[in-house]
């Protein structure tokens, strides 16, 4: 029983086609998701690094965390839903995307969530710490976005 309509079947087909620098069918709506997940995780850090200062800081922080849970639990969701085929590379892009960004939440939350006092840095600088850990997630999203136009 064969489920190709062409010598070398289907999914010889599609890695062949994987194997090139743009393959067809590759999915924008993924490429927006992926992007919408490195923003919120982006967002969140930024408040988690700045919720110390903050007079209800730790209600805020629950709240952060429990939007981040959901949003990216129906995000990430929605991504494998719109799941196509991918450009080559796209797999150790995102390993390096999520090392790098884990890497920069361990420094960054050492120096400004574990300690109880809080810290003395504002939130411009925290929030590019933020914006620097999550977009590596995003450029890679938008890899995905131009690769399928």
Known sequence: MSTSSSPGGRF???AAESRSRVPQRVSSTEGWYVVSVAAVFGACHALLYQTHAMEWGGIIRF????V?????TWLLRQTHAHRQVHPRGHR???????????????VAGWCWIVP????DVGWAWTSLVALAGALPLALVGARLVRAAR
């Open 12 to 14: 010889s087909n599609a």
């Open 63 to 66: 709240a952060a965390l429990f």
């Open 68 to 72: 981040t849970a959901a949003g990216t």
């Open 92 to 106: 150790a892009a995102m390993v390096t995307a999520i090392a790098w960004m884990l890497a920069l939440v361990l």
């Open 116 to 119: 109880a006092k809080g810290h």
